[in-house]
Structures are given as structure tokens and as C-alpha cells.
């Protein structure tokens, strides 16, 4: 699958993976993996429609795992961009930071202000306490560090967030690009046992986070020279298929005679095969790039960030509307698999219209650059935000 000889012959202290161009299967896994966390939410807002024991649920259920794992994708592949894009240039932090920041942070802020505004609309539906607790909380919110968030994904973001705003400057601190490859790769595996012993008091502190580890594993891997061969893609799904099934039956309770922490029964199911994927999708190579490359998924990939921070309050509308016409909640094979791709559909057209009309004029204001010239080439010109996968590209 990998050839890893040259990981264990070559000094790659100072080196760097290539640079390849923007690629389709990249936009085609973000595409994908939003997808995915779509799956997720739908299946913990309208399961209860499904009848109980029924084959529907229990298909539905395994789509909520694999679902809610999406986010995965993400950061994995964050965390390789981050350490190829930093280590590859650190003398560069200031413009590093400041160029995912102000990619980042607008959107989610003025998706912050729209929660606010609905939930003085439907006050039965807020969040927020009433008297002074509210500035609290809000400030909370700003900050991505409030245990009831209003956006139920502001957790991702924070960490992508002080991934970017925290990590370099350690890095730079310990001079990391200078430690040979051993000692990076006994540094992960060490920040991988801490940060799955650490309590969850935070958002940020979710122990999916870890899998930003996966991608700087996935560097030091491509730094040393490993190569993601054509046709080796096939056992790296197989081994991130049974990571799935595994992760299932963990939820399952079908795992309990491991007597492993949860956390880590459910990091070290998935993590190989989110290696092994994310690998070959970097590089370009086999039927897993090829497929990925299609049937739109990288124009799905391209609203990413816009769908992942509109589409909860979409399906959380769906939902009141559904309850409102359907109070009793009975069971209904009809309502819910005619309702997925409705709902999924809708959702699209949300993160398409955020988009269009919010993430690319953000992005034209906080970037050194006319607003027009953003106007003139287009939401698909314009490089998407990298918040998830990918380094952002100059809109000049």
C-alpha cells in the first residue's frame, strides 16, 4: 500500500512535501464529507419518525455514525495543511494567521448575529439566559468556549481557529521543524494519550479533535518520502470501512470486552483509515481520486464551509415545522426517507445562497483586495476558505 522505506533511510528534518496544485478529489472529499455530517444531524433530529426495531432505523443509525464522523475529514486534513503550509515557511506566521482568521471568523460571527435575531424572534427556541448571564454567554460564543453553544458546530471551527493561532507559534517556540522525524512522530502519539485523557469541560476540548493528529502524521509521512501507490487504495478503505464498523459497534456496546476507553476505542478504529484516504486523495492517485473527482462533489466542496455553518439551523426549521404539522410524532416510513432529500436539498440551497451572498463578500472586505474584483470572478473563481481542507488561495 505505502512504501515506507525511504521513511526509514532519508533525513527529512528540514524537507517539505511537494506543492501540487490545487486538485478536484480534494473539493471532491470535502464535498463528501459534508455530506456525511449531514447524514449525522438529520438522523439525530427525525429518527424518532423511523418505527422502532425496523430495518429503517437500523440503517439510519449506521448513517449516523459514519455520519457524525465526517467532521473527521476535516480535520485531518487541516492538520496536514497547517503543518505543510507553516513548516514549509516559518518565517511567514503573521500573514499564515491572518489569512485563515479573516477567512474564518467573519462568517461565523455574522452567523452568530442570525441565531441571535431568531432567537428574539422565537424566544421558545433561544438559548440565551435571560438578565445579565447573556453577555456572558454571548461573549462565550465569540470566543467558541461556551458549553451550550448556539451553533452546534462552533467547535470545529474554534479549534481550526487556535490550530491555526496556537500551534505555529509553539512550533516556532521549540523549533519543531528542526526535530527529526522519530521525535515528531513519539511527539504525536504523546499528544494523542494527553489529549484523550483531558476532561471535556470546553467545546474545543472534544476528543474528535485529535484527529488533527492524523494529518500531521500524515505530513512527517509524506515529508519522509512515503508514497501513496495506485491500486493500494482499495486496502485503505477497506481498513477505514472497518474503522466504521468498528466505531458502530462501539456505540453498540458490542466492544465493552476490549475495556477501552471510549475515546480511544473510537480514535484507534478510525484513524488508520482516515490516514490511508486522506493520503491518496492528497496525492491524486487511484479509483478513490478518480471518484471523488465527479459527480459534483467538488462543487459541493467549494460551499463547505458556508453548508457547515448554515445547514443545523436549516434542519433545526425543518424539524419545528415538521413537529408543528405532525405533533404526535408518529412513526412514518413516508415522512422520513421523502423528507432526507428534501431536507438535504434545502440545506444546499442555504449554504449556496450563504455563500454567494455572505462568505465571498466577507472574504472581499477583510482581504486586500476590491470588493468588484471578487464581484467580477465569481464565488467559483474565488478560492473557497480553507477552513476545513484546504490552504486559502490569494483572491488577487
Not at 433561544?126 to 461573549?139: E, R, V
Not at 459534483?296 to 436549516?314: D, F, M
Request: hydrophobic share 50%; proline share 8%; aromatic share 14%.
Amino acid at each position: 500500500m505505502v512504501d515506507w522505506l525511504p521513511m526509514l533511510t532519508e533525513r527529512a528534518t528540514l524537507s517539505k512535501p511537494p506543492r501540487p496544485p490545487r486538485h478536484p478529489a480534494i473539493e471532491g472529499l470535502r464535498g463528501l464529507a459534508m455530506t456525511l455530517v449531514f447524514f449525522g444531524h438529520f438522523e439525530a433530529l427525525f429518527r424518532r419518525y423511523l418505527p422502532a426495531g425496523g430495518v429503517s432505523l437500523r440503517v439510519i443509525e449506521f448513517l449516523g455514525v459514519i455520519g457524525h464522523q465526517g467532521v473527521c475529514f476535516f480535520l485531518a486534513l487541516s492538520g496536514y495543511f497547517v503543518c505543510r503550509n507553516y513548516l514549509g515557511n516559518p518565517t511567514g506566521y503573521t500573514t499564515f494567521v491572518l489569512r485563515r482568521v479573516r477567512r474564518i471568523y467573519p462568517p461565523y460571527v455574522t452567523m452568530c448575529g442570525v441565531y441571535v435575531v431568531l432567537s428574539f424572534v422565537f424566544p421558545a427556541e433561544s438559548k440565551i439566559p435571560s438578565g445579565g448571564g447573556a453577555i456572558l454567554y454571548l461573549a462565550g460564543n465569540l470566543l467558541m468556549i461556551s458549553s451550550r453553544p448556539l451553533i452546534t458546530v462552533s467547535w470545529t471551527i474554534g479549534t481550526l481557529l487556535a490550530l491555526y493561532t496556537l500551534v505555529p507559534p509553539f512550533w516556532a517556540a521549540v523549533r519543531y521543524e528542526r526535530w527529526k522525524p522519530a521525535y515528531r512522530i513519539a511527539f504525536i502519539l504523546a499528544t494523542v494519550a494527553i489529549w484523550n485523557s483531558l476532561p471535556r469541560s470546553i467545546p474545543m476540548l472534544e476528543g474528535r479533535v485529535a484527529f488533527v493528529l492524523v494529518g500531521f502524521a500524515l505530513y512527517e509521512a509524506v515529508s519522509a518520502g512515503a508514497r501513496f501507490e495506485a491500486g493500494g487504495e482499495l486496502p485503505g478503505l477497506a481498513i477505514l470501512g472497518c474503522g466504521y464498523l468498528l466505531w458502530y459497534a462501539s456505540d453498540r456496546g458490542w466492544t465493552s470486552f476490549l475495556h477501552l476507553p471510549e475515546s480511544w476505542n473510537h480514535y484507534t478504529f478510525l484513524a488508520p483509515g482516515l490516514f490511508y484516504a486522506c493520503g491518496y486523495v492528497l496525492q491524486g492517485r487511484g479509483r478513490l481520486a478518480s471518484c471523488l473527482e465527479r459527480v459534483g462533489l467538488p462543487r459541493l466542496g467549494r460551499i463547505s464551509y458556508s453548508y457547515y455553518l448554515c445547514h443545523g439551523l436549516i434542519l433545526k426549521g425543518l424539524h419545528h415545522l415538521v413537529v408543528t404539522l405532525r405533533p404526535e410524532a408518529s412513526p412514518s416510513l413516508v415522512v422520513f426517507w421523502a423528507g432526507l432529500p428534501i431536507a438535504y436539498g434545502c440545506t444546499l440551497i442555504a449554504a449556496w445562497g450563504w455563500f454567494r451572498l455572505v462568505e465571498v463578500r466577507l472574504a472581499a472586505a477583510f482581504a486586500n483586495t476590491p470588493g468588484a474584483r471578487v464581484a467580477a470572478t465569481g464565488p467559483v473563481a474565488v478560492a473557497p476558505p480553507s477552513t476545513l481542507l484546504h490552504e486559502p488561495v490569494s483572491l488577487t
